[in-house]
């Protein structure tokens, strides 16, 4: 597992302006932060920029960590009762960031979420109400808002469930998707840009050993189906599946 003292504050600030300047507003890929601060390795399963505080937040399997641009030292939220099983039988946690600037992050075994306020950074659990599997282990591997829904979407790599959760995360309700995306172990909205076309058709893309697939939610929001296509080839804010097996 990569060790989060890695990174220094130095080249951080100059990601985060560099990112700043150039108006994104999405999570830099594997590939591009090692762009930015060359020489550095990922220091955690997941990372998401939040460009708005100049900040990032990394987790990893022990630990959530945050960087921000105006404090010299990396900041350590401890998550009360925060359970993560081998990324390699449950798939890593997930983080996503809120609509509001919130942190959230996942257990890959239990249906339970963290929220990490914006501004106190003070740590709320969030235990979901299923409304199916419920004599299951339902963790998540993966996690992403989605404005377009105003809910967030979770998946869990050992059933290949999907699920959509509300804002208040409070509800997780089951989508079933066809064929199964067993194993995803990440989640994202589709890049919408003119490279991307498809992804105007794509509502998630979920990462799979097998490569991207885009999942595509019925007319009714009840049930989506999963293919692949260009959209989703490629996972930002994501480490290579590799990295996940410690190849």
Known sequence: MWNGNAISLRPLVLAVSLMMLGGCEAPVSSTEASGLLPGLEPPAVRHQVDVRRSRVWFVG????????????????????????ADVLDAGPPGLALGPGGEA?????VLPVLWRIDPETLAV???PL?????????????????????????????TLGSLWRIDRELTRAQKIPVS???????????????????????????????????????????RSAYA?????????????????LKGE
């Open 61 to 84: 399997t022990e630990s959530v960590t945050m960087h921000e641009a105006s404090r010299p030292e990396r900041r350590v939220l401890v998550l009360p009762d925060w359970i993560v």
């Open 179 to 221: 064929p199964s995306i067993a194993g995803a172990w990440g989640l994202e909205i589709p890049p919408r840009s003119a490279r991307h076309a498809l992804a105007r058709t794509v509502d998630l893309c979920a990462y799979t050993p097998r490569g991207g697939l885009s999942v595509r939610f019925a007319p009714d929001q």
């Open 104 to 108: 959230v992050v996942t257990s890959n």
């Open 129 to 157: 109400a299923l409304d199916a599997d419920t004599d299951k282990d339902v963790g998540f591997s993966g996690l992403v808002y989605s404005a377009q829904h105003a809910a967030y979407f979770a998946v869990n790599s």
């Open 227 to 243: 293919a692949s296509v260009a959209a989703c080839a490629e996972a930002s804010g994501l480490p290579p599946v590799a990295m």
């Open 124 to 126: 709320s659990t969030h």
